[in-house]
């Protein structure tokens, strides 16, 4: 068995965004907006911020509380696209029930759509023309390059349909030449999906899924879950067994995660070139 360190990864590579930050004239800006009072959705902000300010990305903070209308936050998108030292737009999902949050991913400017949600930049990845991708399908893509991981020709079973994690994630993965199965709360015998499966790509959200007799042996393991039980976070996988019978697996917490954050950061510099440049997308 061997770790997929994302920890280490993404230091490395915040590392590199550092220097490389050094040399822009302007200090790139990401502006984050959270609605609501949800603690997870607290932390996961906090930690893009500090991550933001370890590389020198600077960042503005929207705390809006969890009554404001759609109104309010469809005229502050408009003010904050329009703002030319504004390079990055995330909106931390999820919002509240009462807003519609596709109508407000896609009001994100796409040159500004730091975290690749908008249908427009999702559309170019289903067409092949992959530009913004998402920060966590970005993260993994990352993670396996790092360790000469190939997609190609592989059987991948992914676990979760969600539009940030699961079915870019497919999409993706088929781009590379990989044959995808996309499992989800209605799939029947999930375990005839994993054991045909050479990597499984877990995002359920959902302790203990996945279990060592579900595994194929020398397979790799992405678990991308994050849950939280007595105070301890772990991710969809049995992690101490399976850990025994595949080649490759990513801890939680330490693998996917800080990969996540990383492909933010890089998604920010890339519109702040984008941007800077002229090239419109
Ligand atoms: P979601 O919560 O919107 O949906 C969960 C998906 O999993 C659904 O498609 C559902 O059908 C499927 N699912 C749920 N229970 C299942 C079960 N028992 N068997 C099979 N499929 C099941 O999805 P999301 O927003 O992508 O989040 C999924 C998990 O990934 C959560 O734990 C979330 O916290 C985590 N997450 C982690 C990162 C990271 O950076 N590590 C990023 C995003 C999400």
């Not at 603690?39 to 020198?56: F, P, Q, R, T």
């Not at 994100?108 to 530009?131: A, F, P, R, W």
């Not at 994993?194 to 060592?212: K, Q, R, Y």
């Amino acid at each position: 068995m061997n770790i997929l360190d994302g920890k280490s990864l993404a230091k490395k590579i915040e590392k590199n965004l550092k220097k490389e930050i050094i040399s822009f004239k302007l200090k790139p800006c990401l502006c984050v907006i959270l609605v609501g009072d949800d603690d997870a959705s607290k932390i996961y902000v906090n930690i893009k911020k500090k991550s933001c300010e370890n590389v020198g990305i600077k960042s503005i903070l929207y705390y809006l509380n969890e009554n404001v209308t759609e109104e309010i936050l469809v005229r502050l998108i408009k003010k904050i696209n329009n703002d030319p030292l504004i390079n990055g737009i995330l909106i931390q999902l999820p919002l509240p029930k009462k807003i519609n949050t596709r109508k407000i991913l896609d009001l994100i400017d796409k040159n500004k759509d730091v975290d690749g949600l908008n249908s427009y930049n999702l559309m170019k990845i289903l067409i092949g023309q992959e530009n913004i991708i998402p920060c966590t399908p970005k993260g993994i893509l990352r993670l396996l390059e790092e360790y000469n991981i190939l997609l190609e020709g592989k059987n991948i079973c992914i676990i979760g349909f969600s539009d940030i994690v699961g079915k870019p994630l497919a999409t993706l993965c088929l781009n590379r030449g990989a044959t995808v199965t996309v499992c989800h709360k209605k799939t029947i015998n999930l375990k005839d999906h994993t054991l045909n499966s050479d990597i499984i790509m877990t995002a359920a959200g959902f302790p203990n899924l996945i279990t060592e007799d579900m595994v194929k042996r020398d397979s790799i393991i992405i678990d991308i879950g994050i849950n939280n039980i007595n105070k301890k976070i772990v991710g969809d996988v049995d992690f101490e067994k399976v850990k025994f019978k595949c080649k490759y697996i990513t801890p939680v917490p330490g693998g996917v995660g800080p990969m996540t954050v990383v492909a933010l950061l890089e998604n920010t510099i890339k519109l702040y070139k984008i941007q800077n440049e002229k090239i419109r997308i």
